[in-house]
Nanobody, 127 residues
Framework: QVQLVESGGGLVQAGGSLRLSCAAS???????????MGWFRQAPGKEREFVAA????????FYGDSVKDRFTISRDNAKNTLYLQMTGLKPDDTAVYYC?????????????????WGQGTQVTVSS
């Protein structure tokens, strides 16, 4: 079993930055050495939205249109940790942010392509 635990969320003013972390524990070796990872977010009353994904070695990544050029996804497989650096935050970025481990070696924009999910961390951006 794999557990994913997000951290780093909080309250920030518009224009500010936050870095989210996602630590994996349990039987992480196979998951984080061979699987893509992703970040999603969900605001109240809205569907879960794709934010970013990264391949198993970290050599490729892609982003949702609303965060492109502001957010950066990265991973450190030696530390079993996934990151999301968020800059230029806007009130519309307010949501619970979830990390997830993909079923395959590359991430996906689709939630159905992810096998394991964290419990989420709240990010609130004030105007």
């Amino acid at each position: 079993q794999v557990q994913l635990v997000e951290s780093g969320g909080g309250l920030v003013q518009a224009g500010g930055s936050l870095r989210l972390s996602c630590a994996a524990s349990g039987r992480t070796g196979r998951i984080l050495s061979n699987n893509g990872m992703g970040w999603f977010r969900q605001a109240p009353g809205k569907e879960r939205e794709f934010v970013a994904a990264i391949s198993w070695r970290g050599e490729s990544s892609f982003y949702g249109d609303s965060v492109k050029d502001r957010f950066t996804i990265s991973r450190d497989n030696a530390k079993n940790t996934l990151y999301l650096q968020m800059t230029g935050l806007k009130p519309d970025d307010t949501a619970v942010y979830y990390c997830a481990a993909a079923r395959g070696s590359y991430g996906s924009r689709s939630t159905s392509e992810y096998r394991y999910w964290g419990q989420g961390t709240q990010v609130t951006v004030s105007s």
